[in-house]
């Protein structure tokens, strides 16, 4: 249990087997053509490095912290 847990919130790349056992316990389909299944280290690192979305209107690839970028959206500014 503590390998998962390291494996998914330590810094370094787990081994194989620590990453197929993430795979299977916890898998995300993400709806990204080029990445369609994340797993929670996959989630956590886009977490812990701001690249994870909330926005609705962001793209799947940038919600899902899988653009290499954070989201910026581009919202229009309406004055009187």
Same mark, same amino acid.
């Given at each position: !249990? !503590? ?5 998914i ?6 081994? &194989? ?11 995300? &389909? ?5 990445? #369609?299944?994340?797993?929670?280290r ?29 989201? &910026? #959206?581009?919202?229009?500014?309406? &004055?009187?």
């Amino acid at each position: !249990m !503590m390998a998962i847990l390291k494996g998914i919130f330590q810094p370094d790349a787990p081994g &194989e087997k620590v990453t197929q056992t993430l795979r299977s316990l916890c898998s995300v &389909e993400s709806g990204v053509p080029f990445y #369609p299944v994340l797993d929670l280290r996959d989630v956590w690192l886009a977490i812990w490095t701001g690249q994870l979305a909330s926005d609705p209107n962001a793209p799947l690839a940038y919600r899902w912290g899988l653009a290499g970028a954070a989201w &910026e #959206p581009s919202c229009p500014v309406y &004055e009187d």
